[in-house]
């Protein structure tokens, strides 16, 4: 529950809402001296039960919560035209809530476009809508898209932040490749003899779906702009959501065919030349069609994925190819699906004593299209005659599904954007760190990461710095010659590091906690100095001292630190740290974590800990893409305004060449997802690697970013934003701007 105006309370419910803004606001007052706005919707489209009264009185909304803060606005007719203005005369999607257990309101409203046939339309309808024409879902694999429906398996996109498991959906959309001309830019799916699907159960790793009564799934082509339906669907832009008026639903399902019995709906549709399937890997025939209706809507994921692990392993395809084993592998839950001995293959990055599970069909690609095996590199193959078949490759998108499906039963409240944006870092970075107040769980991400990762406690080290620390002898040790031994610190680092050494093949998690106690220049200097390095190499004491000493052979004058060893930080921001200096924050990315609110607590409900497998370092790599580029020449442009708006300001700092490049890694490696595309990923960026340079007084900032008497951010910085906004809409940063620039208004200086 949440605190809301004075006393009271609400709740939100899951799910998006369509509805259209009544031309009307009413004056507010949610508590003394601050004057606030109402507007009103209309929703129309389909409510859950305990919204349905809603038809009859509307929604509320507040102009303070879509960007007009309190006593900014001048009367009824002012809030008006903003009203006008932001939202316009289309649709609006929404969060349902209630407050009081009596008034509905809106949260998270956000504009969606209009649509010819809007004055016409009643009772809009929400359709799934995997992937967009740009960036369709498995690379536009619609064969791979079909395969994940029928056998139970996740479809990234769809969270509960979108959809009500109270609404049954009629059909579903996944955008497609359109091969050879033949396939169309959208497939619909739908159960081709009953009215809705059953069973969908939704969670951070996306949908799962099952027929109803085990009847036959059905797909047929979409064509929006020939058959007209493009006048009556609103499809939005914030939502993997399309709202289709009822009476046009029928139109999804016309000429809906089943699906066929090898699941090559592409074959079907003429395409000639699959550039998704592999001669190895043919397309498993999933058997798990009326298999579960023992399972009831809403129950465990994991009895879910069990149930059409047991149906795939009963049937296998009717010709097998002569890459098959003639033994059946002994079944497996999915969620053990490739837990077993892997014989010689290069990628596994599990232990050998889990068991595989079957053969991968189909599955070479991940989300965004591209080969799991590293570039240049061929996938994992079984050694000789064995008979035992080739585990199923991990892929970046398996690791994130996992890092999300851990942090929930954690009982943790992480943003998905905020797992993305660390991970991307982790891989692109030599050095993460995470920024924040006193609690909102800087160190209990990288503990998570670490138990996504599947790493044993011995390979994670999390470090209390101190605040007497003054350099690495506090932090590594140091060689004592009147005893002629080497004194190890009692951290454990020097220990690690080592082990690391002697296993590049197992990844290593180091975490220095509130890592600004001290000064980091002094005792991390040795790190600041070598992590950049190509082959960077630790020097704990001068080697010529080593046949002096008793334990060298333990503790070596040098250690060479591998890329298997991932370093992180957290910092408070508070009176008791050390701020740093550019040293640091050009070679880091400072991530500052968004707080949820505290109302999500009481509807977190801790599960138990999913199975998590080591990772090993080689799969880990796979993930990385080494070969990042620059960003790109508008990117460029981009940092060329902004370093110039800084040096311009007199700041002693701007934005090296290693910044540009250390972007240009990160905007590179980050994965296919419709939760994290490169524009928030150059958000991010600007936040974490330009924005952190923003300190001082209001007369050395003042040029770059202030607040206007409206309250309105102004400045150099925003209008360089402003102007390339076709790169990103730049909201985190803009955030991050008018706080800065409140603070320079209020205190005469921003850290």
Not at 284 to 310: H, N, T, Y
Not at 410 to 434: A, M, P
Not at 444 to 462: C, F, M, N, S, T
Not at 702 to 726: C, F, H, M, Q, W
């Amino acid at each position: 529950m949440q605190k809301n105006e004075n006393t009271d309370m609400q709740r939100t419910a899951p799910g998006r809402i369509l509805g259209r803004i009544r031309p009307v606001v009413k004056s507010s007052v949610p508590q003394s001296g601050a004057k606030d706005y109402r507007f009103f919707a209309d929703p129309v489209s389909v409510l859950p039960e305990e919204f349905r009264e809603a038809k009859r009185f509307g929604f509320t909304g507040f102009m303070s919560r879509i960007g007009f803060g309190f006593n900014t606005l001048r009367g009824e007719a002012d809030a008006l035209a903003h009203l006008r203005e932001t939202l316009g005369d289309g649709f609006v999607s929404f969060t349902p809530g209630i407050k009081n257990n009596k008034y509905f309101i809106m949260e998270d409203v956000q504009k969606e476009s209009a649509v010819p046939g809007m004055d016409e339309d009643r009772d809009y309808y929400p359709v799934p809508a995997f992937g967009t024409g740009e960036n369709p879902i498995f690379g536009g694999d619609i064969n791979k898209f079909c395969h994940h429906i029928l056998s139970g398996k996740p479809l990234p996109g769809l969270s509960k932040k979108y959809w009500n498991n109270e609404t049954a959906p009629r059909v579903i959309v996944a955008a497609a490749q359109n091969l050879e001309g033949k396939v169309g830019s959208w497939i619909v799916f739908a159960p081709f003899s009953d009215d809705a699907f059953d069973g969908m159960v939704i969670r951070e790793g996306g949908a799962y779906f099952r027929t109803k009564n085990g009847h036959a799934l059905g797909y047929g082509r979409v064509d929006l702009k020939g058959s007209g339906l493009s006048a009556h669907i609103v499809r939005c832009s914030h939502s993997p959501l399309w709202f289709v008026p009822e009476r046009f639903l029928s139109d999804l399902r016309a000429n809906l065919r089943p699906v066929p019995a090898d699941e090559d709906i592409l074959r079907e549709l003429g395409v000639q030349h699959n550039p998704f399937a592999s001669a190895e890997e043919p397309i498993l025939l999933s058997s798990s069609r009326g298999k579960w209706d023992s399972l009831l809507p809403g129950e465990m994921i994991s009895g879910v994925l069990a149930a059409a692990a047991e149906a795939d392993d009963e049937e296998k395809p009717d010709g097998k190819s002569e890459a098959e084993p003639e033994e059946k592998p002994a079944k497996v839950p999915e969620k053990d699906a490739g837990k077993g001995k892997p014989g010689k293959e290069k990628f596994t990055g599990l232990k050998e004593k889990e068991s595989a599970k079957e053969k991968v069909s189909g599955e070479e690609r991940t989300a965004g299209g591209r080969d799991t095996a590293p570039e240049g590199k061929k996938g994992p193959e079984p050694a000789g005659e064995t008979e035992i078949p080739a585990e199923k490759t991990f892929t970046e998108e398996d690791f994130l599904r996992r890092l999300s499906d851990a942090a929930e039963a954690s009982g943790l409240l992480y943003s998905r954007k905020d797992l993305i944006n660390f991970h991307v870092s982790l891989k692109s970075s030599r050095l993460t760190i995470l920024a924040g107040m006193s609690g909102t769980g800087k160190s209990g991400l990288v503990r998570l990461y670490a138990k996504a990762l599947g790493l044993p406690k011995e390979q994670v080290r999390v470090l209390a710095v101190r605040p007497s620390w003054m350099d690495d002898s506090d932090l590594l040790g140091y060689a004592d010659m009147n005893r002629q031994v080497y004194c190890s610190a009692g951290t454990g680092l020097a220990e690690l590091l080592r082990e690391a050494e002697r296993h590049p093949e197992k990844l290593w998690l180091v975490c220095f906690d509130e890592m600004n106690l001290a000064r980091a220049e002094h005792y991390f200097a040795q790190f600041i100095s070598i992590l950049e390095k190509e082959d960077p190499v630790l020097t704990l004491y001068n080697p010529a001292l080593a046949p002096r000493l008793y334990n060298s052979a333990d503790y070596p004058p040098q250690i060479r630190i591998g890329r298997n060893v991932l370093f992180t930080g957290t910092v408070n921001v508070d009176e008791s740290t050390y701020r740093f200096s550019d040293k640091i924050l050009d070679r880091a990315n400072v991530i500052t974590l968004r707080q949820g609110r505290f109302s999500d607590l009481a509807r977190l409900k801790r599960k138990a800990m999913p199975s998590c497998p080591e990772v090993s370092a080689e799969t880990f790599f796979s993930f990385l893409r080494e070969d990042s580029p620059l960003p790109t020449e508008r990117e460029l442009a981009l940092l060329d305004d902004l370093n110039d708006a800084l040096r311009g300001s007199g700041l002693a700092g701007g934005i090296g060449f290693r910044v540009a490049v250390q972007m240009g890694a990160y905007l590179e490696n980050i994965p296919r997802s419709r939760d994290f595309s490169r524009r928030d990923g150059l958000d991010a960026q600007v936040v974490q690697r330009i924005l952190t340079k923003l300190r001082g007084s209001f007369q050395q900032l003042s040029a770059l970013v202030s607040e206007n008497d409206r309250g309105e951010t102004e400045g150099a910085i925003p209008d360089i934003l402003e102007k390339y906004r076709d790169l990103s809409s730049f909201g985190e940063a803009r955030a991050v701007l008018a706080a800065k620039a409140r603070e320079l208004k209020l205190y005469d200086y921003t850290l």
